[in-house]
């Protein structure tokens, strides 16, 4: 049995008549009567009685019907799931982050407009450093990410930058740094940007680099450009820890700029000479054979609102 058995059994029966039935299917009749007669033997019964003016059901016959339509509708539900999916408006979508990428306010504005402009994409979540991050995409465990700096480049992934932006040197609020000179404790806006030499005696505590030495690569660099190599007093997973480390007073780090203001209570923010050079990217990562689905519908979506950003704040 095919579903098309069922749908001529279906088309007979709402019908009442064969010849009727034959002409909404666009076919011929006496094909059709053969079609249900070879339904009728592999279930053994009769599912139609036969009479001058047409056809009217059996007992069986109701009892399939019942069943048949429910097949067909399942069937055309499963149909047009299927063409949403391949659309890319449907399926789930398996999204990590870091946590300095989910710290600008780019990456909840982006799953909002997600989840408002495509409701029928599920959306899972998790939060990762970015090694873990490109690893999980590169076995497909996540179908995007957004981080920061690239640690390594797979074969096979794309790392699409979004948006830039600066880096900012997070000081406990007594550091003698915190403060810009005669500015009082009074975090001043317009205060002088920090030359990068001022840190050469400091303790730097820094994302633990086989979870992210992108960004922090960057930074020694940058040092060592500057004729010193700096103290680094702790390495840890993640980028929210080394700000807790930073407001207990452990030692001060280098964050992106959009994550001014954690710690606030603990923690000054100041802002980089423009010679430091160093650039804090929001970056995508997706398979390049990435199917077309709702991984590409939600690529496309964080083009879009990228090419339209202004940060305000």
Not at 58 to 75: Q, W
Request: overall charge positive.
């Amino acid at each position: 049995m095919e579903l098309r058995h069922l749908r001529y059994f279906q088309a007979v029966a709402d019908n009442g008549h064969m010849t009727r039935a034959a002409a909404e299917l666009g076919i011929q009749q006496p094909p059709l009567s053969q079609q249900i007669r070879a339904l009728e033997a592999e279930f053994g019964l009769a599912l139609f009685k036969r009479h001058p003016k047409g056809v009217t059901l059996t007992d069986a016959g109701r009892v399939l019907l019942a069943d048949a339509r429910r097949i067909l509708t399942d069937v055309a539900a499963l149909r047009q799931r299927m063409a949403g999916v391949a659309s890319g408006l449907q399926g789930s979508l398996a999204v990590g982050f870091t946590s300095s990428a989910a710290a600008h306010r780019f990456t909840p504005e982006a799953l909002r407009a997600c989840r408002g402009h495509y409701p029928e994409i599920a959306l899972a979540l998790s939060e990762n450093h970015a090694a873990g991050i490109i690893d999980a995409v590169a076995a497909s465990r996540l179908d995007c990410g957004l981080l920061r700096v690239p640690v390594a480049r797979p074969a096979g992934l794309v790392f699409e930058p979004l948006l830039h932006e600066s880096v900012v040197v997070a000081l406990p609020l007594d550091h003698r740094l915190a403060q810009p000179p005669s500015r009082g404790r009074g975090r001043a806006t317009g205060a002088p940007r920090l030359r990068l030499r001022e840190l050469r005696d400091e303790g730097l505590i820094l994302v633990r680099q086989p979870g992210a030495p992108g960004l922090y690569a960057n930074l020694l660099a940058a040092c060592e450009k500057q004729g010193f190599k700096p103290r680094v007093v702790a390495e840890v997973d993640r980028m929210m820890t080394n700000l807790n480390l930073v407001a207990a007073g452990a030692g001060i780090s280098v964050v992106p700029a959009s994550m001014r203001g954690t710690h606030a209570h603990a923690i000054a923010y100041r802002s980089l000479a423009a010679g430091a050079a160093l650039d804090a990217p929001l970056t995508l990562v997706y398979r390049a054979d990435t199917n077309p689905g709702a991984a590409n519908t939600f690529v496309a979506l964080l083009r879009r609102l990228a090419a339209g950003w202004r940060d305000d704040g």
